[in-house]
Structure formats: structure tokens, C-alpha cells
């Protein structure tokens, strides 16, 4: 597959996701949409549903990572991608393994492994999305011949 293909997948598993979190709003009315963490949608009868949900999240980090990887020079977007890889491998752990319910237990072993996997992610993908596009634009002509008025 080629990076355009790729790029439609982000795109298309970047939706699913949404559509997937807008599917278990309706499954679960028991629990209120405001107050309750997306982790917690993965505890009890639909739980199935958010841990896809997830690991649809983690094939669009992918899908990014990969279309980017052969357009980002430079240390600067290298570490972007490397933040976006570990963003990918994060959302897995956090399909994969359940916390439990709020306040979260850190002494349950999947609860821990849960949480770092979902700070890792939530912390490091838009820096790295922020690096490697800062990365592409200097050299994009376009954005080299701006200057602000």
C-alpha cells in the first residue's frame, strides 16, 4: 500500500473511533457522557465495543506514523516520530488491558499498565504530530516564502 492509501486509513480509523464512542453513548445510558473517562467505557457488557474502539485509535496512529515516516528530515521530526510510535504502541496497551473502575487501583496490574499506556499516548502524539508537521513545513515553498504582515 502506498502512503495515500495510508493517509485515507487515518483518516477512516480516525472516524470509526468517533463513530464507534457515538455508538456506545447509546449502549450505555447508564452512564453519564460528561463525567465518565473513555476507559471506563471498556468495563462491563459493551466493554468489547471500547476496547475495538481503541485499537481502531492505535491502526490511525499507525496509518499517521506511516504516511509521515518517509516525509519527516531532520532529529526534530525523527523524535516526532518516535513520539507517534509510541503513541501507537500505547493505544494498544490501553485496548488491551482493563482498568478498573474510578478511583483506579493502581496496585491491579492492568490498571497500571492501563495508565501509562494512556498518559504515554495522550501526552506524546500531538507533540509529535506538532514536530513532524513543523518538520514538513520548512520545507514546503509555500510556507518558505511567507512572511507575516
Same mark, same amino acid.
Given at each position: 500500500?502506498?502512503? /495515500? =492509501?495510508?493517509?485515507?486509513?487515518? +483518516? ?10 457515538? @455508538?456506545? #453513548? $447509546? ?47 531532520? /532529529? =526534530?521530526?525523527?523524535?516526532?516520530? +518516535? ?10 496497551? @490501553?485496548? #488491551? $488491558? ?52
Amino acid at each position: 500500500m502506498n502512503k /495515500i =492509501t495510508f493517509a485515507k486509513l487515518a +483518516i477512516g480509523t480516525a472516524l470509526l473511533y468517533q463513530l464507534l464512542l457515538i @455508538v456506545l #453513548i $447509546f449502549l450505555r445510558p447508564d452512564l453519564p457522557v460528561y463525567s465518565t473517562t473513555i476507559s471506563e467505557w471498556a468495563i462491563g457488557k459493551y466493554g468489547r465495543i471500547m476496547q475495538l474502539a481503541f485499537i481502531v485509535s492505535a491502526l490511525s496512529y499507525f496509518s499517521f506514523f506511516y504516511t509521515l515516516k518517509n516525509e519527516i528530515k531532520g /532529529i =526534530t521530526g525523527k523524535i516526532g516520530l +518516535i513520539m507517534i510510535c509510541i503513541s501507537f504502541i500505547g493505544t494498544v496497551g @490501553v485496548g #488491551i $488491558f482493563i482498568t478498573d473502575t474510578y478511583p483506579p487501583d493502581f496496585t491491579l496490574p492492568t490498571t497500571l499498565i492501563h495508565t501509562i499506556c494512556g498518559t504515554l499516548a495522550m501526552l506524546l502524539f500531538p507533540i509529535g504530530i506538532l514536530l513532524g508537521v513543523l518538520n514538513i513545513s520548512k520545507r514546503n515553498e509555500t510556507w518558505k516564502n511567507y512572511k507575516s504582515t
